[in-house]
């Protein structure tokens, strides 16, 4: 025999109840007997039916998703999932979403899907692409006998014309729609060669567009390589496909037009671009000017002609300096030159010497010395005397008194 701690006992049904494939994604139908908030803002209230009652929590975190939020008095359904509240060892529905028992299951199923994608992100407007502003080529999936491809086609061809378009063909309701939408949309997809995919059909009752709030088609719009513009129905119509689409246009005419540009549009904008890029081509040609002329202005005053001109003067200028200058430079160079000839002939020795007198000189070991005084002739003994005529030797012997 086996046994259980309380604890124990209660994890296992915790096991047993939350990992239940029915349990975990369950709509309960009851009466709110009671409810109460919590100072967190949590929602706790009980759905009872026939005498027998269940807790249910709706945390805040959820409550904005909710199609109707619980009062007391009122039979809604409530979904969620069954878990156990261990400290008490009770069970209870943590409640994601509150409807009216009124809603039809058509809007339930809308419901949980779209709560389901959105949790995923799927609908982020931060993964949703640009629309080309110019596409080569449209792909559509649509019905190929229904209007919605007639009047997309008048549209394109009306407003651009040079727009190919390539038609993907499904049916769009009834059982089998969901699964053709998803064929034809991957298989135009797997092309490449759309610049933009239009996806949609015309108006209908809520079982007509079922079809496009498939959870299989709205995760083959989110994985396409080509961004995806929805056009279910009408305006006030809204499907799994609008949400996740890059673009929702209110109708498939208006899908269209928000794909194509208007040809006549772009005349005007061509001849507006024309007439302003004129308006700039003369600017940018009277600027242009402008600086050739400052340019050739400026050429004009740092022109090496000029430079030359003035070398030129300054050339003359100095030769005409140099036939003033020069000529008086060479007389005083003249007068000097006399003069110093002048003072050369009267130092000159010999034109002393021709007055009458003479030099006195004795040679020591090969050395001529001058002698100027008398003792000096005495030691020396031997001297030459040397005359304007010639040289004549003579001894000394004594002074004379």
Known sequence: ??????????????????????LTDVWIRGEVTTMTRSAAGHVYFNLSADEIQISCVLFRGSQRSVLAMPQVGEEVLAHGRITIYEARGQYQLMVDNVAPVGVGVLQLQFEETRRRLEAEGLFNVERKRPIPKMPATIGVVTSAQGAVWHDIQNVVTRRFPIVELILAPSIVQGPDAPAELTRSLRALDDTNRCDVIIIGRGGGSAEDLAAFNDEGLARAIFTTRAPVVSAVGHETDTCITDLVADLRAPTPSAAAELCVPDSAEIVVRLGFALTQAQSSVREVIRADREQVQRGLTATHHRSPMRSIDRARQQVDNTIGDAHRIVPRLLSAFRREVASLDTTAALLDPRSIMRRGYAIVSTRTAGEERRVTTASGAIEAAQVEIAFQDGRARATVRQEQE
Not at 1 to 22: G, S
């Open 1 to 22: 025999m086996r046994i259980l701690t309380v604890a124990e006992a209660t994890a296992y049904l915790k096991d047993l109840i939350e990992f239940d494939p029915v």
